[in-house]
């Protein structure tokens, strides 16, 4: 008996390609990609609604005397030293002025940086300062809040 037409050779399997990639990876790297792009843009609105806060803070500061204004708007810039610039916490009087100009592209001088530094020491009733000062100190807050934030 002649088997031997009917044997044929032995053929051995292609190798298996690396591509496609399953759909599996595919999932993977849109899923990686998309909390990428969530993380971003969730710190990227945050970082913004810590602005528009203090931004609105310093717009509720609206009363009538001069030296309590000058006393928020203070505040206000301290509260965001504590929260970024933690060694700017404890200065005050030209220090705390120094410390504001150093992170500021418009420096603050004269009389509304003496309203700055000494308001939170002042009476309140004092009429040492005028609203040009308390307008040119909202000013540089404004400015200050919107560079540091």
């Not at 088997?3 to 032995?10: F, G, V």
């Not at 803070?57 to 610039?85: H, P, W």
């Not at 309203?115 to 009429?127: E, F, Q, R, T, V």
Request: some cysteine; hydrophobic content about 45%; glycine content about 4%.
């Amino acid at each position: 008996m002649d088997n031997l037409p009917e044997l044929r050779d032995i053929h051995i399997p292609e190798g298996v390609s690396m591509f496609p990639p399953a759909y599996g990876w595919g999932v993977i790297l849109a899923s990686v990609i998309l909390l990428v792009i969530l993380y971003k843009t969730f710190s990227i609105l945050r970082q913004k609604s810590k602005k528009r806060y203090a931004l609105k803070m310093l717009g509720d500061v609206n009363t009538s005397n001069v030296v309590e204004n000058a006393v928020q708007m203070s505040e206000v810039l301290r509260r965001i030293c504590v929260f970024k610039y933690k060694e700017a916490a404890a200065l005050f009087d030209n220090e705390w002025i120094e410390f504001l100009n150093s992170k500021a592209k418009q420096k603050i001088s004269g009389k509304a940086a003496e309203l700055l530094a000494d308001a939170p020491y002042m009476a309140k009733n004092s009429k040492k300062f005028g609203s040009e000062e308390l307008a040119k100190l909202r000013t540089f807050c404004k400015n200050w809040v919107g560079e540091n934030l």
